[in-house]
């Protein structure tokens, strides 16, 4: 048997754990993640041939303009990340979804640019908030074709990529000097992942491909030119995403209304007796990366 390679390093990869659709519930398919000796990533070694209904159901459920708005409210934080170092300007977001953070740059005004897979979604950001949405499921190719930008965000998706380092590499090359790229992702070297393992949420399997430590991003984008700015766990978003991982441990998919509820209740209260051990650097279940184009 040929030894395993990490796709993202080419170090050697050992299998780390086996896991269940445990968030959304899709099928009964066992899925065998592994981790690089090398890099500390790991990453989905039987990634199914078609991920399109693991992304189903309440999804790509599109919001009205009060929902979205209510939403876009809560996630104002997004902002704090450009605003001290990209005032102004041309700002590209990849995998835009319905539209959160379109609405939170543009009205910021921003000049703003969506990369979304999902064609309902491009066309309600287009109808619904008058933006640019391009609808690709290449968006490094995509990145090519654009006009320099200040800000490049990914909230949440680079995990979700086949390719993350080629999006990161073409991310830099568009970047005008002094532009910035925003990246959020599940952190694996989190204390709840330690604790938890294949049923902490976060895994998100099959639809997280990848979980990349934040020194390997940051070894990465350095290789692509960029410098390290901020990386934190402990913004709102991290905090935000604490409580979700102490909830959806404990909440299955197919749980009664008022076993949720319990559930819910429980993940809140944990969350709140380990934020101390969370809100150490790096122990939080998300980081934020801010990477930095040199002007």
């Given at each position: 048997m040929s030894e395993r390679r990490c796709p993202l390093c080419g170090g050697r990869a050992e299998t780390a754990f086996v896991a269940r659709d445990r968030n959304r519930g899709v099928g009964d398919e066992r899925f065998e993640y592994a981790r690089c000796t090398?890099?500390?990533?790991?990453?989905?070694?039987?990634?199914?041939?078609?991920?399109?209904?693991?992304?189903?159901?309440?999804?790509?459920?599109?919001?009205?303009?009060?929902e979205l708005d209510a939403v876009a409210r809560g996630?104002?934080?997004?902002?704090?990340?450009l605003r001290p170092r990209v005032p102004a300007g041309r700002v590209v977001e990849i995998g835009a979804g319905y539209g959160v953070f379109a609405r939170l740059a543009s009205e910021a005004g921003y000049d703003y640019t969506g990369i979304e897979m999902d064609a309902r979604c491009c066309e309600y950001m287009r109808s619904e908030l008058g933006v640019e949405a391009i609808r690709s499921d290449t968006p490094g190719a995509v990145l090519d074709e654009l006009p320099p930008s200040d800000a490049i965000t990914l909230w949440h998706v680079l995990e979700h990529l086949p390719d993350p380092w080629d999006v990161v590499r073409r991310a830099a090359a568009n970047l005008a000097p002094g532009g910035i790229l925003v990246c959020a992702m599940p952190n694996p070297e989190a204390f709840q992942f330690r604790l938890l393992g294949r049923r902490w949420p976060h895994v998100d399997a099959p639809r997280h491909l990848y979980l990349i430590p934040a020194r390997e991003l940051e070894a990465q984008a350095a290789r692509a030119g960029l410098e390290t700015a901020e990386v934190t766990g402990n913004d709102p978003g991290g905090r935000h995403w604490n409580v979700f991982?102490?909830?959806?441990?404990?909440?299955?998919?197919?749980?009664?209304?008022?076993?949720?509820?319990?559930?819910?209740?429980?993940?809140?209260?944990?969350?709140?007796?380990?934020?101390?051990?969370?809100?150490?650097p790096l122990r939080g279940s998300t980081y934020t990366a801010v990477l930095r184009k040199p002007a």
């Open positions: 090398a890099c500390g990533s790991f990453h989905l070694v039987n990634v199914p041939a078609d991920l399109g209904p693991y992304y189903g159901g309440e999804y790509f459920v599109l919001p009205s303009r009060e996630e104002s934080y997004r902002l704090e990340f991982g102490w909830q959806h441990a404990l909440v299955r998919p197919t749980a009664h209304t008022a076993a949720k509820l319990a559930a819910l209740q429980a993940g809140r209260v944990a969350a709140a007796l380990l934020a101390p051990v969370e809100r150490r």
